[in-house]
């Protein structure tokens, strides 16, 4: 399970490298390399999907905009009943995120896709779903490892990837300031292919995993300023300022840009006071 759990993880980033283009000049080939869900939470089309929009986003971190923002609209943030907002604080930590934020993600991620997805979204998880009980098949039918622990497995490499996006992009004013460096180059980093230089990676999305370093080494100081030294040494020192603290606040502390159709939905009054906003921040 020690050993499994990583190459779970390991499975997750070559995933993400197979949507930016990498091993194969075909799409199709990089898709088919790397679509069974081993690790069976998230399916890789949808992921696929959301993670291409969140790269052509140019509001990272806004919750109505950016698929993968962590953070909740500040007016759904304050309708949260009390317990609801405690347990997000607890998973605002690295602790909890790595604890319950597996359970949060997937099954907040599945239950959004079903409520708000059209068929093509269903169906594609109709079939991960049917993908996912043949890998569970495979292993109760061919390895002494119990199903139980497969499925711990699953979960606790979740865990591990949550290391790494649990503080990749950050809100702030400034656009450029969001991403993260991280400059580690011990497991985690392997573990994540060096997309703990996330920077370089959105700078560069098509370089593949095993440049990113050099492209980071030549022009350190530049993607330094560029994010606004939003950095850290190394995983450990994540570890050892975030473990049992949060680092930012669950709701969005700006005024997000809610999508019209968003806003549509809204009251009167509500939509009134909701498009002022955002006049105000544009």
Known sequence: MLILIPLITLHSSLQHE???GHPFVSQQLNDALIVMPVGLLVPYFRFKETHIKHHQNASISDPFEDPESAYQDLETWEKRSGW?????EFNNTLFGRMLIGPALSSIGFAISEIINGNQKIILTWGVHYVMSVLVVM???????MPVWAYLVCSYFAYSLLMVRTFLEHQAHESMRARTVIVEDKGFFSFLFLNNNLHVVHHAYPTVSWYKLPGVFKKNRQRFLEMNRGYSFKSYSEIF???TFSKKEPVAYPFTPK???AIIAKLPVNARAKTSAKIANVN
């Open 18 to 20: 197979c949507i930016h």
């Open 84 to 88: 609801v907002q405690a347990v997000f």
């Open 138 to 144: 495979v292993i109760y039918t061919f390895s002494d």
């Open 240 to 242: 050892k300022r975030f």
């Open 258 to 260: 809610r999508p019209k």
